[in-house]
């Protein structure tokens, strides 16, 4: 599908294309979402190069990621798409030209509907494609800021549930879900600085002052939130390490509670075992009181065994 947001005279416009159709004038931002094979026809068309595929898209080589060629600064970003409890990373391609931006993407991404729908309702004053550009990577350090707060919050309501014992799978599923969050959102981050920074050192004669003051501002900001997510992999760890702790400690007292059992019933044992031997001649086999004088003494040793381990401390 492609989309192409028309900005003139400070009014935005909103257009579906086909591959019959020709790039419109004044085309600020064209964004190919899915495309099948006549849109990369049709884009390859004004391009210096090939159309990038999926695979293309998904490089992680830095001189796949970030280049520039005749048709200007290409860079490849993550970006964050919440799934559920989970976070997951969308790899976009950004081609910035003199006259128009153009994405493409093989996923949805919440951030780029969330763009559109700030362009639809005039609340961002953009006029250049770097500034769309640099609008859309503001808007994923927030967003990125907003998920390091939310993986807060799930862990400060899984610090009240550790030393619970039936909330213990619940609680190692969950520090798994938030590992592996909190892995993405420091991934986006430092692409996100990689890619600020590519643009800061050689794109540097095409932005304005005010492009390079955004980038500076946003750099800061991942600088600052950096820590956080490194943070955020301590408590982690800490939580992971007292969950399995407790775990072992629940345990252990199972064990213990089945050790004390077989000691305690060892001297009843012990007793039954002597007088179910098959000996000719044992006096208490014949004695009108031999059997409760047996079954006294085996309650009798059970009782003494138990107390013995309760003053001791050990129960």
Same mark, same amino acid.
């Given at each position: 599908?492609? +989309?192409?947001?028309?900005? $003139? ?17 004044? +085309? ?6 899915? /495309? ?15 159309? /990038? ?30 799934? &559920?409890?989970?976070? !997951?990373?969308? %790899? ?8 128009? =931006?153009? +994405? ?12 559109? %729908? ?18 859309? *990577? ?16 799930? =862990? ?21 879900? $938030?590992? %592996?969050?909190? &892995? ?7 692409? +996100?600085? !990689? ?34 997510? $490194? ?13 399995? &702790?407790?775990?072992?400690?629940? $345990? ?5 509670? *089945? ?8 001297? /009843? ?9 098959? *000996? ?23 009782? &003494?065994?138990? *107390? ?8």
């Amino acid at each position: 599908m492609i +989309t192409a947001y028309i900005y $003139q005279n400070r009014q935005l416009s909103i257009t579906e294309l086909t591959a019959d159709d020709r790039l419109p004038a004044n +085309t600020l931002w064209l964004d190919l979402f899915k /495309p099948n094979d006549e849109e990369r026809e049709w884009l390859s068309r004004f391009s210096s190069e090939d159309v /990038p595929d999926e695979e293309d898209i998904n490089e992680i080589e830095a001189s796949a990621r970030f280049f520039q060629n005749q048709d200007g600064l290409h860079i490849n970003s993550l970006f964050p798409q919440r799934v &559920g409890s989970d976070v !997951r990373a969308v %790899n976009v391609s950004f081609n910035l030209r003199d006259n128009f =931006l153009l +994405t493409i993407r093989e996923e949805d991404v919440g951030l780029i509907r969330l763009l559109r %729908n700030y362009l639809r309702l005039g609340r961002l004053d953009i006029d250049t494609p770097q500034v769309l550009l640099l609008e859309l *990577f503001n808007l994923k350090v927030d967003y990125l800021s907003d998920l390091i707060e939310d993986v807060y919050t799930v =862990l400060d309501n899984l610090s009240e549930q550790v030393f619970n014992d039936e909330e213990l799978d619940a609680v190692f599923k969950q520090i798994t879900v $938030q590992e %592996n969050s909190n &892995g993405k959102i420091r991934l986006s981050l430092l692409d +996100t600085q !990689r890619s600020l920074r590519y643009m800061q050192r050689y794109y540097r004669s095409q932005l304005s002052d005010d492009n390079l003051k955004d980038i500076r501002e946003m750099l800061s900001d991942i600088e600052s939130l950096m820590p956080h997510s $490194q943070f955020i992999f301590d408590k982690l760890k800490f939580l992971l390490d007292a969950a399995m &702790g407790f775990s072992g400690l629940q $345990q252990n007292k199972i064990i213990k509670i *089945f050790s004390v059992s077989a000691v305690v019933f060892l001297p /009843p044992t012990l007793i039954a075992s002597s007088y179910g031997m098959n *000996f000719a001649r044992m006096p208490e086999l014949a004695w009108q009181y031999g059997y409760p004088m047996a079954v006294g003494l085996m309650f009798a040793s059970a009782a &003494g065994t138990y *107390f013995f381990f309760k003053r001791k401390g050990w129960l």
